[in-house]
Nanobody, 126 residues
Framework: QVRLVESGGGSVQAGGSLRLSCAASGDIWRSRCMGWFRQAPGKEREKVAH????????YYADSVKGRFTISQDNAENTVFLQLNSLEPEDTAVYYC???????????????????WGQGTRVTVSS
């Protein structure tokens, strides 16, 4: 079973930065989608970014382009999300997710993600 554990959340003022980490353990897939999602109170969960380990390709939601960066350390089975220029609208619980894939295009589908972490909370004050 693949297990994902997020860390790095916290409370910051607008304009601040945070670095989220997602550590994977267990029988992790060699070629996989690694994604970050977030859910604010009263809103549906949305994808923030994802990366495909086979090619290193990345995707970002329009709302975070230029501010967030996804990266990975395959040797440690870890994916990161750097959050810069944070805004109050970024306040949410952030979730890491992963799924087996042999193509980058599959990572664009929501059902590609089979393993999920418990979430880490990000609070941005004005």
């Amino acid at each position: 079973q693949v297990r994902l554990v997020e860390s790095g959340g916290g409370s910051v003022q607008a304009g601040g930065s945070l670095r989220l980490s997602c550590a994977a353990s267990g029988d992790i897939w060699r070629s996989r989608c690694m994604g970050w999602f977030r859910q604010a109170p009263g809103k549906e969960r949305e994808k923030v970014a994802h990366t495909y380990t086979g090619t290193g390709s990345t995707y970002y939601a329009d709302s975070v382009k230029g501010r967030f960066t996804i990266s990975q350390d395959n040797a440690e089975n870890t994916v990161f999300l750097q959050l810069n220029s944070l805004e109050p609208e970024d306040t949410a619980v952030y979730y890491c997710a992963a799924g087996d894939s042999y193509s980058a295009s599959w990572c664009a589908t929501r059902n590609a993600y089979k393993a999920w972490g418990q979430g880490t909370r990000v609070t941005v004050s004005s």
